[in-house]
């Protein structure tokens, strides 16, 4: 045989070993009986990635295992997977539903302080911001608290300065406004951190329920 022929039908030979193994066809049979037909390119724990029949050189396609009822190669072998959909997040972890003075954890009941431990444990950035600053909100909500006895002494400075001083001096009309004053802006900043503390453990829970769907 000439040589030239020879090694020309042996490249012919090797091309068309080639495109017969590049293009041999495996088959996903999926769990609702669809067919893909492709080429299989890896399996490992938890996905099948795999190239489709009609565009060799296109992208990978990742399918879910538990997805798929078997795999047939194009060897003629077979592969059967029999996996459970795994639990979502939504399953294993329920909603915060918040009523009343409470908040509702699937059968549990929580006070504040509990839902926020809760939330704290999912180690989410967001959501543990909202709650430490709700807990921050907490504590500075109590200043309102010191209004009280600055209202209590205001009352009785401005009674005495009209009851019995007939001629106030300047020092003491300023004495009871800044004490009235004080009291003022203590309830005003205790209504603020009350709101933004409810408003901060509002928006920690629908982060969290958010984050279930």
């Not at 030239?4 to 091309?15: D, E, P, Q, W």
């Not at 190669?73 to 003075?101: A, H, M, R, W």
């Not at 907490?138 to 309102?144: A, R, S």
């Amino acid at each position: 045989m000439n040589i030239k022929r020879f090694v020309g039908i042996s490249i012919l030979l090797g091309v068309i070993g080639f495109n017969v193994d590049s293009f041999a066809q495996d088959t996903l049979i999926m769990k609702t009986n669809a067919e893909i037909v492709g080429k299989i390119t890896e399996i490992n724990q938890t996905e099948i990635k795999y190239k489709k029949a009609d565009n060799i050189n296109g992208p990978v396609y990742v399918a879910n295992k538990w997805e798929v009822s078997k795999v047939k190669y194009s060897n003629g072998t077979t592969d059967v997977f029999n996996l459970e959909k795994p639990l979502s997040t939504s399953q294993n972890n329920p909603e915060l539903i918040k009523n009343g003075g409470f908040y509702f954890y699937g059968d549990k009941k929580l006070k504040e302080r509990q839902m926020q431990a809760t939330l704290l444990s999912f180690n989410n950035p967001e959501i543990t911001h909202y709650v430490k600053r709700a807990r921050t909100d907490k504590g500075l909500q109590y200043v309102g608290f010191g209004a009280i006895p600055l209202g209590g002494l205001a009352l009785i400075v401005g009674s005495t300065i009209l009851n019995y001083v007939r001629k106030p001096t300047d020092g003491q009309v300023a004495a009871a406004g800044v004490l009235a004053g004080l009291g003022v802006v203590c309830i005003g900043t205790s209504i603020y951190f009350k709101i933004d503390r409810k408003r901060s453990n509002a928006t920690a829970v629908k982060l969290y329920n958010k984050n279930l769907r």
